[in-house]
C-alpha cells in the first residue's frame, strides 16, 4: 500500500475515514473503544491503519461488529434476486459476485461508505507487468499468479450473470454491456478488483460456535483456489480489515462469537502504537504475492522452492514423469513423492535434519542410490531410509546451485541496488514500479540468503560440492552441469 495511488480519491482521505467511522458508529450494535483510531499511515506506505490513542490492557475488546453489517452472501439480498444459488459459486466466487452488485449499487449499497475506504489499486503481483515481474525472474512466486485461471473461472461463472441481469450489474465507464472486448476487459478489471479485495482484506466467516480464525485472515489460499477442506464462507469485516500486520509485531486477533466478530488487543498496546493483526507466517514471496506489500520483519518466513523437476534435473533424469522413471514410480505407490519442496530459512544453530522436509531427503537418497541398492528396494516395493550423506548432500547441493543460476543476479549485486534504492534521507513510501522493483529485490534477497545459508551447510557434509561453485560465489552460469557428485 503505498501513499496515495492506490485511493481513487486520495484528497478526500480523512473525510472517507470520518465518513467511514459515522456510517459505523450509526450501528447501534458497532462497539468501538475510543481508545483507537483509524490513522492514515499513507507516508509510511501503509494506507489506513488503526493506532491506539491511549495505553490498551491485554484482553481488552478494541471494537465489535456485528454479523449483520459484515459484507457476505448471507446479508445482501443479490440472492433473493437471483434465480441461481449464489452460494454454489463456493466461496471466492460467491462473495466476488456480491461485492460486483453491491459495488455497482453505488450509493443505494448498504456498505457505500465502507467501499470508499478501501484501494481500488494493488501492488499484488495480479497487477504486475510482465517487465516488472522479470525481476522476480528465479523465484518459485512467478508460477503462483494464477491469472489465467482467475480470468477463465471469472468468464465461466460471472459473466455468464452479469451479462444476463444488466439492471442488477449496470455497465461502467459509459459502456453499452459487458459484451465485446471492451465489455469484457471492463469486467474483468472489476471482478480483478474485488478478487484482489478479498485477496488481501477478506475473512473466512464460521458460523459462530467456535470463536476464532486462527489465521486472523481468510486463509491462505491462492488467488480464487479454494482449500477444498475448508469451505467456510468469505466476508469483507468493516474496520477489522483496516488493521495492518508486520509478523511478529501482532498484538489483536479477531474472535468469531455469535453475534458479533469481536477484536481484541492479545498484548498490553502503548499508546501511539499502531494496532497488528496476524496474516499468518508467510514468506515475503507470498506476502507479496497475496498482500502486495513485504517488510523485512517477514524475512525469518523465506523459503526456498523446489520443484520435483528441479530435483530430477540436476540428478541427471531425463524427466520427473512418474509413470518413466521407476525410482519416482517406487516414492509414488509408497506415498511419499511431493510436487514440490519447501526450505525454510534456517535459524542460527539448526541442523539440515530440522530444515530438509523429510520427503525431499527420501527422494535424495532414492536418486543417489545405485542400480543394485534400488533395484533391491523395488523388489521389497519399500522407499529407502532418509539418509543425508556425502551424495545426498552433492544432489541437494547441485540442485541449489541450479536454482540459484535461475536468478538473474547474484545476492551482491542485489544488496548493492537496494542500498542504492534507499539513500538515508529517501522517503520510505516509494511508489508504482520503484516500489515495485524494491519489493521484487527484497523478496529475491531473501530466497537467495536462503539457498546460500542451506548450501554453506551442506558444504560441510559434501566438501567437494563447494568447489564447483562459480568465480562469483553463487553458482550463477554453472546452470547446466550434469555432473554427479
Ligand atoms: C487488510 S488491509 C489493511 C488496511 C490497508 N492498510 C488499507 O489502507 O486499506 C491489507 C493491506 O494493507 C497493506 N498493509 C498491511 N500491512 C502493512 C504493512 N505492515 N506495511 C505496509 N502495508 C501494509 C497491504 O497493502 C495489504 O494488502
Given at each position: ?12 482521505f ?5 465518513e ?7 450501528y ?12 492514515d499511515?499513507?507516508s509510511?506506505g ?8 491511549a495505553n ?7 471494537f ?5 453489517l ?5 446479508n ?6 437471483l434465480p441461481?444459488d ?8 460467491s ?8 459495488y ?6 448498504k456498505?457505500?461508505?465502507?467501499f ?6 494493488f ?11 522479470s525481476e ?15 480470468n ?17 450489474f ?12 471492451a ?14 479485495l478479498?485477496?488481501?482484506?477478506a ?8 470463536d476464532e480464525d486462527?489465521?486472523?485472515d ?5 488467488f ?6 475448508e469451505?467456510y464462507?468469505k ?11 508486520d ?23 502503548q499508546?501511539?502504537e ?6 499468518g507466517?508467510?514468506?515475503r514471496a ?6 502486495g ?9 523465506d ?8 530435483v530430477?534435473?540436476?540428478?541427471g533424469l ?12 517406487l516414492?509414488d505407490?509408497?506415498d511419499?513423492?511431493e510436487?514440490g519442496?519447501v526450505?525454510?530459512?534456517p535459524?542460527?544453530?539448526a ?6 522436509p523429510a520427503?525431499?531427503?527420501?527422494l535424495?537418497?532414492?536418486l543417489?542410490?545405485?542400480?543394485e ?5 523395488r523388489?521389497?516395493?519399500k ?9 545426498q548432500?552433492g ?7 541450479s536454482?540459484?543460476?535461475?536468478y538473474?543476479t547474484?545476492?551482491e549485486?542485489?544488496?548493492n541496488?537496494?542500498?542504492g ?22 523478496v ?7 539457498l546460500?545459508?542451506v548450501m ?6 559434501a566438501?567437494?560440492a563447494?568447489?564447483?561453485?562459480s568465480?562469483?560465489?553463487?553458482g550463477?552460469?554453472?546452470?547446466n552441469?550434469?555432473q554427479?557428485?
Amino acid at each position: 500500500m503505498s501513499s496515495s495511488t492506490h485511493f481513487s480519491d486520495p484528497s478526500s482521505f480523512q473525510q472517507q475515514s470520518n465518513e467511514f467511522i459515522s456510517w459505523l458508529e450509526s450501528y447501534p450494535s458497532v462497539k468501538a473503544n475510543p481508545k483507537i483510531l483509524l490513522a492514515d499511515l499513507r507516508s509510511s506506505g501503509a494506507g489506513r491503519g488503526v493506532v491506539a490513542r491511549a495505553n490498551i490492557a491485554e484482553g481488552e475488546e478494541l471494537f465489535s461488529i456485528p454479523r449483520s453489517l459484515i459484507l457476505a452472501v448471507q446479508n445482501s439480498d443479490l440472492k433473493s434476486l437471483l434465480p441461481q444459488d449464489v452460494e454454489a459459486l463456493g466461496p471466492w466466487l460467491s462473495l466476488m459476485l456480491v461485492m460486483l452488485y453491491e459495488y455497482l449499487r453505488g450509493e443505494q449499497s448498504k456498505w457505500a461508505p465502507y467501499f470508499r475506504v478501501l484501494p481500488s489499486r494493488f501492488d499484488t503481483l495480479m497487477f504486475w507487468s510482465e517487465a516488472e515481474l522479470s525481476e522476480l525472474q528465479g523465484s518459485a512466486i512467478v508460477d503462483k499468479i494464477g491469472k489465467q485461471s482467475a480470468n477463465d473461472s471469472i468468464l465461466q461463472s460471472i459473466a455468464p450473470i452479469v451479462k444476463s441481469n444488466p439492471t442488477l450489474f449496470p455497465p461502467v465507464n459509459g459502456l453499452a454491456s459487458y459484451e465485446g472486448d471492451a465489455g469484457t476487459a471492463a469486467l474483468l478489471e472489476l471482478a480483478h478488483t474485488m478478487g484482489s479485495l478479498i485477496m488481501a482484506y477478506a475473512f473466512d466467516i464460521e458460523n459462530g460456535e467456535d470463536d476464532e480464525d486462527e489465521d486472523g485472515d481468510g486463509g491462505d489460499e491462492s488467488f480464487m483456489s479454494d482449500d477444498e477442506d475448508e469451505q467456510y464462507p468469505k466476508g469483507m469485516v468493516p474496520l477489522a480489515d483496516l488493521l495492518n500486520a508486520d509478523a511478529d509485531r501482532n498484538n489483536a486477533r479477531l474472535f468469531q462469537e455469535e453475534e458479533a466478530l469481536v477484536m481484541k488487543a492479545i498484548k498490553p498496546i502503548q499508546e501511539g502504537e499502531e494496532i497488528f493483526n496476524d496474516y499468518g507466517e508467510i514468506p515475503r514471496a507470498d506476502l507479496l504475492r497475496r498482500y502486495g506489500y513485504v517488510t523485512d520483519n517477514y524475512s525469518v518466513y523465506d523459503v526456498v522452492e523446489l520443484t520435483l523437476g528441479d530435483v530430477c534435473q540436476s540428478a541427471g533424469l531425463s524427466s520427473s514423469d512418474v509413470e518413466s522413471q521407476p525410482r519416482l514410480q517406487l516414492l509414488d505407490e509408497n506415498d511419499v513423492l511431493e510436487d514440490g519442496y519447501v526450505i525454510p530459512k534456517p535459524i542460527a544453530n539448526a541442523k539440515l535434519e530440522d530444515i530438509l522436509p523429510a520427503e525431499l531427503v527420501v527422494l535424495l537418497t532414492t536418486l543417489t542410490q545405485s542400480p543394485e541398492e534400488f533395484e533391491q528396494r523395488r523388489a521389497k516395493n519399500k522407499p529407502p531410509k532418509p539418509s543425508m550423506d556425502v551424495a545426498q548432500a552433492g544432489l541437494l547441493y547441485k540442485v541449489l546451485q541450479s536454482k540459484q543460476a535461475h536468478y538473474a543476479t547474484s545476492l551482491e549485486q542485489d544488496i548493492n541496488t537496494l542500498s542504492g534504492l534507499l539513500p538515508p534521507n529517501a522517503p520510505a513510501a516509494l511508489e508504482g514500479s520503484a516500489r515495485r522493483h524494491k519489493m521484487a529485490l527484497q523478496v529475491r534477497i531473501g530466497e537467495k540468503e536462503v539457498l546460500r545459508a542451506v548450501m554453506t551447510m551442506l558444504e560441510s557434509l559434501a566438501p567437494g560440492a563447494s568447489q564447483k561453485r562459480s568465480a562469483n560465489g553463487d553458482g550463477r552460469g554453472s546452470r547446466n552441469t550434469k555432473q554427479r557428485v
